[in-house]
């Protein structure tokens, strides 16, 4: 008969998802700072004529909403954490929301991609000096965002492999990325546009970077929804974990999965001849701080 132990190593009904999470705080700021710069943008785009500056203002406004998503979700997971009816807690909302916010960066950037190819076909004059004077303002905006929420992507190790993210904070901090990128990009096309009389270079520029920022959103769209399904990469914790256990069991079946940003649930299957207990395993396992909940069941020689 198989010997069957349950391990849940921090704050059992919670796995840390009532804990406000670093990110949360520096997204509503930069809401607020995208939300002013955005009203201006649009503006300027539709009064000096700019395919670029309009498109980094309709940009600027899919990513006020996104990022309001991301903040509510922030909320939602820690008011929500103690809900039995999360079986693992609430860790894979922020992972939806940012699975959400990727399809909606998709959603902007073939609409810029649609709205700049009518613009090539049907040029229209551009009010140059004014445009470039916002563009070089939104710039600036996205520029203080990228810092702000920068920090806390780096400080969360969101800049190393993908089953380490809080998607939700990666999809804030590529929204503000790509605002950035944009508004570069359409400075750029306002200067060509005014010193060497290339029109089409404006709407050429809106389409180069909505393919840019469809690419982002791919990438957030496959690493975040792998998490959803559950899907089982070949990952580091996982060999990590054979090479704990493997010295004194066979391992028969290891299932590893997300339930949260950077935090695993884990079923094994083993046998062995010692007459070690499951929580002897445990106990070797505990040295990995990213398993929190652990099911183990030992099959004796």
């Not at 820690?78 to 807690?89: A, I, L």
């Not at 990128?181 to 029109?199: N, P």
């Amino acid at each position: 008969m198989p010997m069957n132990a349950n391990n849940t190593k921090i704050q059992s009904q919670t796995f840390g998802q009532d804990l406000k999470k670093p990110g949360e705080i520096r997204t509503i700021i930069v809401i607020i700072l995208t939300g002013i710069t955005m009203m201006i943008e649009i503006s300027g785009g539709i009064v000096f004529r700019s395919m670029a500056l309009l498109a980094d203002g309709l940009h600027m406004a899919a990513h006020v909403a996104v990022l309001t998503i991301n903040v509510l979700a922030y909320v939602y997971t820690r008011k929500f954490s103690r809900n039995e009816k999360f079986s693992f807690g609430t860790g894979k909302i922020n992972t939806l929301a940012g699975y959400t916010s990727a399809l909606l960066l998709l959603s902007v950037a073939i609409f810029m991609i649609w709205e700049s190819i009518e613009r090539l076909l049907s040029p229209v004059e551009i009010i140059f000096n004014q445009a470039i004077i916002i563009s070089i303002l939104g710039l600036i905006v996205n520029g203080v965002s990228v810092l702000i929420l920068g920090h806390t992507h780096e400080k969360n190790g969101l800049s190393g492999t993908s089953h380490n993210h809080d998607h939700n904070l990666a999809s804030a901090y590529l929204h503000v990325l790509a605002d950035a990128m944009i508004s570069l990009l359409a400075i750029f096309a306002l200067l060509v546009g005014k010193y060497f009389g290339i029109i089409w270079f404006d709407p050429a520029i809106g389409i180069i970077g909505s393919i840019v920022i469809a690419r982002w959103a791919f990438s957030l769209i496959k690493t975040s929804s792998k998490v959803l399904v559950d899907y089982q990469e070949k990952n580091e914790l996982k060999d990590k974990i054979k090479k704990l256990l493997e010295k004194d069991c066979t391992i028969h079946d290891l299932r590893v999965w997300s339930i949260g940003p950077g935090i695993y649930s884990l079923v094994i299957s083993l046998s062995t001849e010692k007459s070690n207990t499951p929580d002897y395993y445990k106990d070797i396992l505990s040295i990995e701080p990213s398993i929190v909940h652990t099911t183990i069941e030992i099959y004796k020689h």
